[in-house]
């Protein structure tokens, strides 16, 4: 069983690359399962599983009395960050680094545009993480809707979509990077966050565009020091 699991996962990310490297183009028609099978000495088992795991990624369309072809959008799919993914601390790090980028300019065009409504699920948000301080998954939930209220606020879609498909992604629970700490490390964590928060709420109802921007890239840097401190690994250079 072992063997034919690594089997499709090697078939599986044979296909992936072809499809994102453009060799099967979007709309082109897979091999048969038979010429597959043939052409890399599995089984047709093992092409099964491996195709129904790129239709599941929404990688391909299985289309009834005609045959798999590689979707349209094929390529803009791939993009996923999985629970999986999350689960050490250096993968963690790699996201906030990600998360830099973005997040300051979306605190920017939130402080421009931004709302009564908009600073009221901020402050709603800063609230519930506060109420939720011992709870680390309701905290780093609180903690994502806070980042979401500030996407809505930008007034773009693209962002709010965005930060709703990292969802919980977007904060992993503080017990996956500090499961060995003492509470006080916890608490410390939490209280150094909710500072950072503050500050970016601050700039933002202010409508101090530099400020907020500044605020963003400053809670972003200092996670990923906490983050590569705790790991030890060097954070990135300022």
Not at 28 to 55: F, N
Not at 78 to 102: H, N, P, Y
Not at 139 to 165: G, K, M, P, S
Request: proline share 3%; no cysteine; aromatic share 4%.
């Amino acid at each position: 069983m072992a063997k034919m699991s690594s089997m499709t996962d090697v078939l599986f990310a044979k296909l992936e690359t072809d499809i994102l490297d453009g060799v099967l183009a979007p709309g082109a028609q897979l091999p048969t399962q038979k010429t597959i099978a043939e052409d890399e000495g599995v089984s047709r088992t093992v092409v099964r599983e491996a195709v129904a795991r790129l239709e599941a990624r929404g990688l391909v369309i299985a289309r009834q009395g005609s045959g798999v072809y590689v979707a349209d959008d094929a390529r803009y799919r791939a993009f996923q960050v999985t629970r999986e993914e999350l689960s050490e601390l250096s993968d963690v790090i790699r996201l906030l680094e990600t998360r830099m980028a973005i997040e300051s300019e979306m605190a920017a065009l939130a402080a421009a545009r931004r709302t009564t409504e908009d600073l009221g699920a901020m402050r709603q948000a800063l609230r519930r993480m506060d109420e939720m301080s011992d709870d680390p998954v309701a905290a780093a939930a609180a903690d994502a809707a806070f980042h979401l209220a500030i996407a809505h606020a930008t007034r773009n879609d693209y962002f709010v979509r965005l930060i709703e498909f990292l969802g919980i992604r977007l904060v992993p629970p503080r017990n996956l990077y500090l499961r060995d700490q003492p509470e006080q490390s916890h608490r410390d964590y939490a209280a150094k966050v909710r500072i950072e928060h503050e500050a970016i709420l601050d700039a933002i109802t202010r409508m101090d565009v530099t400020k907020a921007r500044q605020a963003a890239w400053h809670h972003m840097n200092e996670s990923l020091s906490r983050h590569a401190e705790l790991g030890a690994v060097a954070p990135s250079p300022n």
